[in-house]
């Protein structure tokens, strides 16, 4: 049995909280506002996102983040925007032997950090890992089986992280490419988010399909201009996300897409879906586009949807009548994909 607390009280923190405790851990979830933990406590369940599924009452819920002191494994399950304040109040009660695992997806606002990198940045004497891959949270509360990858630049961490939380419905596999797994759990959010306003404009599977495939070779050919490894992208947290991302509807990225390619302005998409974590990370993967030089024409056509009032119909002309291109030389006449 590890002593575990997760941060963060919302959909994710909570469905890993509940199958820690399935599995016989001891588990402490924190959040920094009282009104989320009261609400669990008097109703016994997350209503608002994880309606039906139960928090044992095995599960300690506490505000006060001293509580991270002398756990085994430091969760974090908040919003990327939120994640460096979080640690960096965590930094100052948890212990060095601590291992922490941060689960959100997304790059830093401003300085384009991976979130493996703002965590050790605020916790410099911990260890960290990074948990990432297919698993909508409704899903994994509710026990149905999931597979996800840990990836850690030190290996014993990974296997503990590894041997912690695997059970029966949750799988969990090694990756030692931490860039290449946090840049394929974070950019297809900008491609769930493209997936969106292609259901949302009427088109078809075929469409998808290509947005899709297309999709992962640009966040490949970003992440390989990083430092990641090809095959990452292959894996759990590259297609396997992007899959889960585009085609369900508890993604609030295409959720939101949907709304935009129906006609409803980006601002009030966002505002009426919640936290979409493509929004913010389609300039993030613009920037870094452009700061090295890579090519990444949905992430491109998205961004002139979002941030400069491009009509969503437009986009589609635009993709389509791109000058032809070999599908997988990298320099066929000259261009780079
Ligand atoms: N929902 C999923 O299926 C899922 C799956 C895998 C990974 N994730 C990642 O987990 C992270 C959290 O997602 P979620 O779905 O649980 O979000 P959520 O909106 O349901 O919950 C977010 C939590 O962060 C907390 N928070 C918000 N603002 C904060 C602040 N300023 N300071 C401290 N805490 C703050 C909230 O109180 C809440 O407890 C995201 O980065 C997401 O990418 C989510």
Redesign the pocket.
């Known amino acids: 049995m590890a002593k575990i607390i997760i941060l963060?009280?919302?959909?994710?923190?909570l469905s890993i909280a509940i199958m820690c405790a399935n599995a016989g851990h001891d588990v402490t979830v924190w959040?920094?506002?009282r009104d989320?933990i009261d609400a669990i406590e008097r109703t016994g369940e997350l209503k608002a996102?994880l309606p039906g599924v139960k928090v044992p009452p095995e599960v300690k819920l506490t505000t006060d983040i001293s509580e991270v002191r002398d756990k085994d494994l430091v969760i974090l399950?908040?919003?990327?925007t939120?994640c460096r304040?979080?640690c960096e109040e965590a930094a100052q009660y948890i212990q060095s032997e601590s291992i922490v695992v941060n689960?959100?997806?997304?790059l830093e606002i401003g300085t384009l950090k991976t979130m493996s990198e703002v965590t050790k940045e605020s916790m410099p004497k911990n260890r960290v890992a990074i948990l990432t891959g297919p698993?909508?949270?409704e899903e994994l509360a509710r026990g149905v089986p999931t597979t996800i990858v840990v990836a850690s630049d030190d290996r014993e961490v990974s296997y503990y992280v590894q041997n912690t939380l695997s059970n029966a419905n949750f799988r969990i596999y090694v990756n030692d490419d931490v860039i290449g797994c946090e840049l394929g759990g974070s950019l297809k959010n900008v491609i769930a988010l493209a997936a969106g306003v292609c259901d949302g404009l009427g088109l078809g599977d075929n469409t998808k399909a290509a947005l899709m495939t297309r999709g992962i070779r640009e966040i490949s050919a970003l992440g390989i201009a990083m430092g990641a490894q090809s095959d990452t992208f292959g894996g759990l947290s590259g297609i396997g996300d992007l899959i889960v991302t585009c085609c369900s509807m508890?993604s609030r990225n295409r959720r939101a897409g949907i709304l935009i390619g129906q006609g409803v302005s980006p601002d009030e998409a966002v505002e009426r879906v919640?936290?979409v974590?493509g929004y913010t990370c389609t300039k993030n993967a613009y920037e870094l586009s452009h700061r090295l030089g890579v090519e990444m024409p949905i992430t491109e056509q998205l961004y002139a949807v979002l941030f400069e009032g491009l009509d969503p119909k437009m986009t589609i002309a635009a993709l389509m009548q791109r000058p032809k291109k070999n599908e997988t030389e990298k320099d066929f006449l000259g261009e780079s994909k």
């Open positions: 963060g009280s919302g959909g994710f923190g959040s920094k506002f989320e996102k399950g908040i919003p990327t939120f304040g979080v689960t959100a997806k997304g698993s909508h949270a508890h919640g936290t974590e």
